[in-house]
C-alpha cells in the first residue's frame, strides 16, 4: 500500500509539474501574441512536448488561456491579500508594489516565469468569460478596498481611480523596467512609490487646467471613422478579437469599403496607433504653445487626454494591441511612445526647475504617466457615472498630486 501511494504522490506531481510549466509557456505565449494569437504546436514547442501532449491537459486552447487568466488572476489575489495585512493605505500600497517588484526581480533572474497579461481578458469568448470578468471585479475591488471602505460614494470613486492607475502601472512596469539594470530595480521602486505617495505637484499647486481643443481630422478623407471604429472595438476586444468583419459591421459597410481606406488590418492598426500618438503630441505642443507655467503645461495636458479618453466618441488606442502587429511595426510605434513620454519628462524636469513641480524622477513618471492615460479609456463607464468635470479631476489627481492626497473630493 505504501509503495501504491508513493508511486500515486509521484504521479499527481509530475501531473502538477507538467500541467504548470505548460500554463507558463502558455502564459509567454500569450504576452507575445495575445491570446487568440497562441497556438497549441506553440506552447508545445516552448516546453518541449507534442501537440497531443498538451491537448491532454488542456483540451481546447480556449480552455489553456482561460486556465492561464485563472493564475494570473489568483496570482494577483494573493498579492493583495499579503498586502492588505498592512495597517495604513500607504503601507498597503507600498508593500503590493514590493511585491510585484520582488516578482519581477524574479523572473529577471530566471528563478520565476512571467505570469499572463490580462489584455485579453475581454476578448474571451462565453462560457469563460464571465466567471474571468467576475474574478477580474474582485481583483479590482480588493485593491479599492487597501484605501479603506466605508468613507462615502465620493471617496469610493476617488479610490476606485487610484486603483485603477496603481493595476495598470504595476502591468505596465514589466514594459520599461528592463531599461535598468537588475540592481537599479530598488531605486525605481522607490522613486515609483514617491510619486504614488506624493504625486508630482509643487507646493500650493492647484488644479486648474484650461481647456485644449484637441485635434483629431484624420488626413484621408472618409478614413476618420474607420479609425475611431477600429480604436474602441481594439481597445474593448484585443488585436485579435476586434476582426475586420467586426469593425466593418459596426460602420455598416461591407469589408470591401474597409480595405478601400486600408490594405490590411496590420495597416489599420498601425494607423490608429499614430492617430493616437499624433493626439498626444498636438495636444502636447499645444499646451507648450499656449505658455504658463510648466505645472499649468502638464495639467492641460492630462485634462485635455483625460476628456478624450472618458468621451463616448473617441479614444486613444491601448498599448496591448502591439502584441499583434510585426516586430518591425511595433518597434516603431514602440519608439514613437518613448519619444512622448521623453516629452513629458522634459516638462516635469522643466516644472521641477521652475518650482512649481516637486523634485521626482522624471524618466519614473513618465512612464507611470504614459500607464495612467492608457489605462484611462477602461474607466468610461466609471467617468460617465459623474460630472466629467469630477471625473477627470479625480482621476488625474492619483498621480498630479499622489493616492493619498484627498483635495480632489472638493471639486
Sequence with gaps: MGDARTEETTSTRRFREKREAILAAAAEAI???????????????????????????FKRKEDLAAAAFEHTLDYLLAMLEEAATEATPVERIERLVTINMARLLRIDRGEERPIAVLSDLRAMDEPVRGPLMARWREVFRRTRALWGDGRGRAATDLAGARAH???????WLPVWLPRYEADQHPRVMERLIDIFRHGVAGPGATWTPRAIAVPHDDAVPGREAFLLAATRLINELGYRGASVQRIASELNVTKGSFYHHLDAKDDLVAACYRRSFDTIAATQQAADARGGSYW??????????????????????????????????????????????????????????????????????????????????????????????????????????????????EI
Excluded: C
Design 31 to 57: 504576452n507575445e501574441q495575445s491570446a487568440k494569437g497562441m497556438t497549441f504546436a506553440d506552447v508545445a514547442r516552448r516546453v518541449g512536448l507534442n501537440t497531443t501532449s498538451v491537448t491532454y491537459y
Design 165 to 171: 492607475v496603481l493595476l495598470e502601472n504595476l502591468f
Design 296 to 409: 499649468q503645461r502638464l495639467s492641460d495636458t492630462i485634462a485635455a487626454l483625460l476628456e478624450v479618453q472618458f468621451s463616448e466618441r473617441e479614444s486613444l488606442l491601448r498599448t496591448t494591441a502591439l502584441s499583434g502587429l510585426p516586430a518591425g511595426e511595433r518597434h516603431l510605434m514602440v519608439d514613437r511612445s518613448n519619444r512622448i513620454a521623453r516629452r513629458f519628462a522634459g516638462t516635469m524636469m522643466d516644472g521641477i526647475a521652475e518650482g512649481t513641480m516637486r523634485p521626482v524622477d522624471s524618466l519614473v513618471a513618465s512612464q507611470a504617466m504614459m500607464a495612467f492615460l492608457n489605462a484611462a479609456f477602461d474607466m468610461r463607464k466609471w467617468a460617465w457615472s459623474m460630472p466629467r468635470e469630477r471625473a477627470v479631476a479625480y482621476y488625474a489627481s492619483a498621480l498630479m498630486f499622489g493616492m493619498f492626497d484627498d483635495r480632489a473630493l
